[in-house]
Each structure stands twice: as structure tokens, then as C-alpha cells.
């Protein structure tokens, strides 16, 4: 069964920076695709970031754009988010995911990381 765990998260003021890490227990080449979502109090999950696996091909969130970059390095088997500039809105449960599209059930997550931007 593959395992995410997610790290980085944390406290921080408007205008800082954090960089978030998800280990898979396995290969991260498995993968066809992963990326973080987030999920504020009293609202839905939402994408954040996604990275594909052979290209590395990346989208972000409109939000985002500019401030946050999505990288992974397999060696490590594991993926990123450095986030910068942060705002009081990226407060948030940060979650990373991971799918393998020739499964049926090929989708895994972590167990989220707490974010909190102050004002």
C-alpha cells in the first residue's frame, strides 16, 4: 500500500515563505501524476498544484500563480511546494496526492499538513 506523508508546514507571517514535502514509500515514477490540494475551514478541497510524471508538465490554481512552485525529485521520491509570498487566505490543510491512472484504484493521499498565514 502506498504511503504519502506530508512535512512543512507550519506558522508563518503574510509575506513569508514555506516549503512543503511529501515522501511516497515507494517510487514516485509509479505515478502518473501528483500534486497538492488544500482545504480551508468550512470550505472544499481544492486544487493547489499538479506535476505529471514523464514531462513534469505543471499547472497551478489561478491564486497561486507566481507565488508557488510544484517540483519533485524522484531520486528522493518525493514531491514540493515552495510557497512564497504567502497570504492569509493560503491558510489551509496543504494534502498531497497521488494517482496511477491504470488502476481502478490508483489514488492515494496523505494525511494533510497544517498551514497557517497570519496577518
Known amino acids: 500500500q502506498v504511503q504519502l506523508v506530508e512535512s512543512g508546514g507550519g506558522l508563518v507571517q503574510a509575506g513569508g515563505t514555506l516549503r512543503l514535502s511529501c515522501e511516497a514509500s515507494g517510487s514516485i515514477a509509479s505515478f502518473n501524476v501528483m500534486g497538492w490540494y488544500r482545504q480551508a475551514p468550512g470550505k472544499q478541497r481544492e486544487l493547489v498544484a499538479t506535476?505529471?510524471?514523464?514531462?513534469?508538465?505543471?499547472k497551478y490554481v489561478d491564486s497561486v500563480k507566481g507565488r508557488f512552485t510544484i517540483s519533485r525529485d524522484s531520486a528522493k521520491n518525493a514531491m514540493y511546494l515552495q510557497m512564497n509570498s504567502l497570504k492569509p487566505e493560503d491558510t489551509a490543510v496543504y494534502y498531497c496526492?497521488?494517482?496511477?491512472?491504470?488502476?481502478?484504484?490508483?489514488?492515494?493521499w496523505g494525511q494533510g499538513t497544517q498551514v497557517t498565514v497570519s496577518s
Open positions: 496526492r497521488a494517482k496511477v491512472l491504470s488502476i481502478s484504484n490508483g489514488d492515494y
Open positions: 506535476i505529471t510524471s514523464i514531462l513534469g508538465t505543471t
